[in-house]
């Protein structure tokens, strides 16, 4: 029997409690997304990590609430009414959701990723690839970082072309550890990864492991006066900013440091924090992110 799907168009005051509403009359799921989402229309609507966001909800949300089977929409859309949350069924809309394999379904998302010819990202229920270069087997979970996002792709094509063989590698945000082990399948003589997420450590930690390398994960303070050959941080624009001098300071003298999470229009103003301590430019764009990459100096 196919599940039943209601979609609600509520303002932007609504949103919270027309949710929180249709859990308590048995929704299996409520989604909020942009009413005018992929149009002209469509309104960003959070900020980075550490800003505020501008605003709590969009203006025009649609409410997409699950249930187990028609009865149960009709009897929801009914108690919303006796009770006034919602004026009228006037653009309530209905449709059946087919079962499906839903993890397999997820599953099909993620195919094998290659980077440059020179590295495969393959999830555990694909086979790797017939290919002599190195293969990192993951998937997706709790902590960032697949492969496939574009920052994460710019500062693996790096390392790619920079085989940070028999040198030291930190990598700063390591979320998954994809970085931290794509180094040490590279060759590099030590990876540390951090990360302020203790979910993250562990999840580095366990991936490493699955992939038979050696790397050390940890929080912030575990490399507190440590100095590497390579820095590489794949984060965002704002915490890059107030980490720079901590960054250049994790870097010997003459360290590469490797930037990423940087929109193209970003590039100039993180160039120009970090030129008191190091030489950076642009080393690669795409899809409007940019990867810096240059030199330390201290």
């Given at each position: 029997m196919p599940y039943s799907e209601i979609v609600i168009p509520v303002a932007e005051t609504e949103a919270e409690a027309l949710s929180d509403a249709l859990l308590e009359l048995g929704?299996?799921?409520?989604?909020?997304?942009?009413?005018?989402?992929?149009?002209?229309?469509?309104?960003?609507?959070?900020?980075?990590p550490g800003l505020p966001a501008e605003r709590s909800a969009w203006e025009q949300s649609l409410l997409r609430a699950l249930f187990a089977d028609?009865?149960?929409?009709d009897a929801a859309l009914a108690a919303l009414l006796a009770a006034e949350a919602i004026s009228s069924l006037a653009g309530v809309q209905r449709s059946a959701v087919e079962e499906q394999d839903w993890v397999r379904l997820t599953q099909s998302q993620f195919q094998p990723v290659s980077i440059a010819d020179a590295l495969w990202i393959v999830p555990s229920w694909h086979q790797p690839p017939a290919t002599d270069a190195p293969v990192i087997r993951l998937d997706p979970g709790l902590a960032f970082g697949t492969g496939t996002h574009p920052t994460t792709r710019l500062c693996l094509e790096w390392l790619a072309r920079h085989r940070p063989a028999d040198r030291s590698v930190l990598d700063y945000g390591c979320g998954s550890g994809i970085l931290a082990i794509a180094a040490a399948k590279f060759g590099a003589r030590s990876v540390v990864g951090v990360d302020i997420d203790p979910a993250a450590v562990e999840s580095a930690r366990a991936n490493a492991a699955e992939n038979a390398v050696s790397i050390e994960a940890g929080l912030p303070e575990s490399v507190a006066g440590r100095r590497f050959d390579v820095?590489?941080?794949?984060?965002?624009?704002?915490?890059?900013k107030l980490l720079a001098p901590a960054l250049a300071a994790h870097g010997v003298p003459g360290a590469a440091l490797v930037l990423s999470g940087i929109l193209e229009r970003q590039a100039d103003e993180l160039i120009a924090a970090y030129a008191p301590y190091a030489d950076l430019q642009i080393d690669q764009a795409l899809d409007g992110w940019v990867c810096l990459a240059g030199t330390v100096r201290n």
């Open positions: 929704a299996l799921s409520v989604g909020v997304e942009d009413r005018w989402g992929d149009t002209e229309r469509e309104q960003a609507l959070y900020g980075e028609d009865a149960q929409a820095v590489i941080a794949n984060i965002l624009s704002a915490p890059l």
